[in-house]
């Protein structure tokens, strides 16, 4: 069974920085891309950021692009998302997401096997 579970979110003031965690079980780890996605209140679940297996090339939407960084640990089947400069925006349930490493469409969600439960992230103004 495969399992994602997310970890690190929390409530921070605007600027501050969090690292989110994603430990993965139940699937070789190393073989899949890794991804991350948000959903604030009322609105769709929108891509952040991915990285491929090898964690040699990754990918990020504009509005983080430049303040997060997404990485991985094979040895521990976890990824990371850190997030800098937070801002009110970024308020939102983020999702970490397994995806075929050959697959070209990784800011897409429906690319995605298997998802986590979410953690929420709350930054305040």
């Known amino acids: 069974q495969v399992q994602l579970v997310e970890s690190g979110g929390g409530l921070v003031q605007a600027g501050g920085s969090l690292t989110l965690s994603c430990a993965a079980s139940g699937l070789t780890f190393s073989s899949y891309a890794m991804g991350w996605f948000r959903q604030a209140p009322g609105k769709e679940r929108e891509f952040v950021a991915a990285?491929?297996?090898?964690?040699?090339?990754?990918y990020y939407a504009d509005s983080v692009k430049g303040r997060s960084t997404v990485s991985r640990d094979n040895a521990k089947n976890t990824v990371y998302l850190q997030l800098n400069s937070l801002k009110p925006e970024d308020t939102a349930a983020y999702y970490c997401?397994?995806?075929?490493?050959?697959?070209?469409?990784?800011?897409?969600?429906?690319?995605?096997?298997?998802w986590g439960r979410g953690t929420q992230v709350t930054v305040s103004s």
């Open positions: 997401a397994a995806a075929s490493d050959t697959s070209s469409y990784l800011l897409r969600s429906q690319a995605y096997y298997f």
């Open positions: 990285i491929r297996r090898t964690g040699d090339t990754t």
